[in-house]
């Protein structure tokens, strides 16, 4: 009996001592991470929407150039300007071949110095491995010249390789970094931060400060980067609770809501992306008939868009994708203000009236029946697709919106009438005006599905990749946006502005809408 | 007849099954009269009122397209009753021949027709739906295709054992012993006796329909945009959820009575016809 009861009483003493130490242990952290706040420790913690998921360069070279670890040849500036990274200069040597000199002061984040072999390395590394970037850049080899020069051979007369080197995928990283199975597991790069550790399974990479940067050191002494959170209020929540530090794209319409906060700091900038609408096939009706085209642009409430579904998250387009302030824009471009009643005149010349009086444009008994394809995974496009839908319906189209993946929508892009509701149409990955307008526009564009083929467009965008004078160069494109925007090869809505998050202590961030989607940069620092 | 009497007191006895039944038959009045009662078109999308809160203009407040909360839900409930009515019909028809047949028939049949029920009902049903809703892509009707898929196990099962005992019975022998044909037989004798349990299955598979239907609008499978369904709205209000918390709650009531009263129903009426059924799984 006795021994029973003795028994019992040694669980609770073991039940509440494990209790105890369970919370005990929660106010101890809770208290560590206070203090460490106290003494204003420099580390800063990322919510990433976007899933890491690889440390190799020649596939997650974006991220790791957004995240400082790799740096570039070249690097673009918040204004747009080129100038000199890695490189220390260009020069033309002939038609298809541009010399670089590297800078003879960069080590590596292993204290090794930077030289042509490692540029060499990474390039022919990269394209090996990424096809892409061989693509977009059009880069035929790399030849050494000495330990601190370079030719980069094109296939072409090819203006804008300076430009492409800055292309964050162009990264540029050391031969000695730890390669496994020729996966690199460690890359060392020449960035304001090294590389620590990459959890794949819970993505989070962590970054420390590099001592003996090139370029001034970093303030901040760790980065943690907490790769795929994906959903948008799920980021909102982190950052509210104060598990993060630095976040980007809350809900779109929590902006107002976190701009009150005063523990949050909410920074609202121009981004070379945008929302358009694509016309499925161009070569078939109904938008073979420019007039349709030009009334579904009339048709669109841009307006209303960037107001309502953007909130204020955007700007309204000049029909182009090239945000103001690019150099080579044309900025005399209007593009296609809202204006239903022209739409409808225009749809009338075409030949489409409602003949049968239901409230939807037919012509020779086919109704003006449409289907909106759109991706659930930016949270503007469903509502933006939804507005357009109604707008449609104002002119007398009648539309049906449908949210699918985005490699099911391009299958179903030759359906009669369909349009696809796009978003994130980036146009500075490259800092060049060739790279956006080659690849929407040229008949053989890699971005270019809907069949947009205009023999002077062709020949004007061949002109521009080999005309070396930039004035000369910057007026033939803006020629080329002109002649885009009349022909209306798709519906440029609006900019979209990344809105960043973070705590109020982080200081120092400065935005680079040449970006993919943000970087961040050596002065953040934090701040009680 | 006297019997069927006894079962209705016995329904009518139930409280929670009695609420129930009056619940559903408000919410079917609201759906076929959704054309008068709902206050605004509920596809109508005015920007300017976007997200207001619940008022006497718009009893539960604006969405983020500035349409009526209460007109959607209104019709949503028209889509829901719709949905589940299909599903359950088609799901109950089939099973209950695939069962029937299987039972009577027995042998091979027997063993072909329900090994591929087992195979079936291996699998989670939610996870079957998705399967199919991406093979063949969202919308309303392949989302009755891929609740369908599954949704007759269940039937097939239960008939199966019922037509199983009652093929034994004797008057099944003599019915057999006059010269009646096999579909006769089923007919006049098979089917009566298995509808029952069925009917308390359809009315608890309502509620799971309905249930998933919601699940499926919430992973945006469902009904595309702008049609008003109560898990699509659910959806559309999870990004607002933290400051327009009601564009969440509504839908989100509106399904948590409805598969309420239906289960309420199923239980009564599972009661009422057969009080030793009480364990009857819906898949």
Redesign the interface.
Known sequence: MLRIKINSIGIWITLVTIMGLVAFSGCIDQEGTDTDKSRVEQKLVIAEPWGISSVDPATAGGTLNNFLLLETLTFMEPDFSLVPGLAESWELIDNTTWRIHLKDNIKFHDNTELTADDVKYSFDRNMEKNPTIRGEMGIKSIKKIDDYTVDIITDKPDAAIPAALSYAQAVIYSKNSVEKDGIIVKPIGTGPFKFEKYNKASDILELSKNENYWNGVPKLDTVIIQGGVGE??TR?LAIEKGEVDFTTEP????TE?LESNPDLNVIVHPLCQGYKLNFGNLSKAPYDDINVRKAIAYAVDKE?IV???LYERGEISNGMGFVPGIEWRNNDLEGYPYDPQKAKQLLKEAGWEDTDNDGILDKDGKAFKITLYTW?QR?AL??L???V??QFKEIGIDA?????DWS?ITERLNEWGAIRVSGGATSMRIPDPGYYLERNFHSEGNSNSYGYKNEEVDRLLEEGRSTFDNEKRYDIYRNVQKIVVDDVADVYIAYHNLAVVTKSGVNGYVPNPSAHDYRINPGIYIEE | MISLLRDVREFGKNRAAMMGLIVICILIMIALLAEVISPYDPTKIILEDKLQAPSIEHIMGTDHLGRDVLSRIIYGSRLTFQLSIIVVTITAIVGITVGIVSGYYGGILDEILMRFVDILLAFPSIILALVVIGALGPGINNTILAISFVGWLSYARVSRGSTLSIKEKEFIECARSIGSGDFYIIYKHVYPNVLYPNIVLATLHMGSVILTVAALGFLGLGAQPPTPEWGTMLNEGKEFLRMCPWLSIFPGLMIMITVLAFNFIGDGLRDALDPRMKDVVVK
């Open positions: 948008a209020s909102e809900p779109m319409g929590s809501r209303s107001e309502h579904i659930p949270p469903p509502p697709a939804e507005t839908q109604s049906e919106v449908r949210i699918m099911a």
